[in-house]
């Protein structure tokens, strides 16, 4: 009977240990998504596109509703030239909030620059005789001239 209750005293503090263990303080979580945040923002600041897309990325894995870092996440591939990727991030910031109007105005910009590629693309297919080829470039000055002039952007022609 001794052996029995010492064994069950035993248990039981082992097995409060172990249990102790897998235990996370909320604290600490929030604490590292603050840091985390805090690390991003001045990734951010610091024009680290690259950090700023892993970092943020992090991010929404915590809070998949936060616009601010979709929206960032979106600028951050839009200053690196990857257009099709910041739409597709700005899309899931609208998502969230439609009516973002920031949002919304830089996936228009990365639209035309998008759209501008398309027409390169169709001017390299078509002969400089065919009407097509004259339009396109058209619409490449006209979309350049735009985003020059307005928002300091070169497009490579």
């Given at each position: 009977?001794k052996?029995?209750?010492l064994?069950?005293?035993l248990?039981?503090?082992?097995?409060?240990?172990?249990?102790n263990?897998?235990?996370?303080?909320?604290?600490?979580?929030?604490?590292?998504t603050t840091?985390?945040?805090?690390?991003?923002?001045t990734?951010?600041?610091?024009?680290?596109?690259?950090?700023?897309?892993e970092?943020?990325?992090?991010?929404?894995?915590e809070?998949?509703?936060?616009?601010?870092?979709?929206?960032?996440?979106?600028n951050?591939?839009?200053?690196?030239?990857?257009t099709?990727?910041?739409?597709?991030?700005?899309?899931?910031?609208?998502?969230?909030?439609?009516?973002?109007?920031?949002?919304?105005?830089?996936?228009?910009?990365?639209?035309?620059?998008?759209?501008?590629?398309?027409f390169?693309?169709?001017?390299k297919?078509?002969?400089?005789?065919?009407?097509?080829?004259?339009?396109?470039?058209?619409?490449?000055?006209?979309?350049?001239?735009l985003?020059n002039?307005?928002?300091?952007?070169?497009?490579?022609?």
């Amino acid at each position: 009977m001794k052996y029995s209750k010492l064994l069950i005293v035993l248990l039981t503090v082992l097995n409060t240990g172990c249990n102790n263990q897998n235990i996370k303080s909320n604290k600490n979580v929030r604490m590292n998504t603050t840091e985390l945040q805090q690390t991003a923002d001045t990734a951010y600041e610091n024009e680290a596109w690259g950090d700023v897309i892993e970092l943020y990325s992090k991010l929404t894995k915590e809070a998949p509703d936060d616009v601010r870092s979709w929206y960032r996440i979106g600028n951050a591939y839009a200053h690196l030239n990857q257009t099709k990727s910041a739409i597709s991030t700005y899309q899931i910031a609208l998502a969230i909030s439609p009516n973002n109007s920031i949002v919304l105005h830089n996936m228009g910009i990365s639209q035309l620059q998008e759209s501008t590629k398309t027409f390169i693309k169709l001017k390299k297919y078509t002969d400089d005789d065919d009407a097509l080829n004259t339009r396109a470039q058209l619409v490449i000055n006209a979309i350049s001239t735009l985003l020059n002039k307005e928002f300091k952007i070169d497009v490579e022609n």
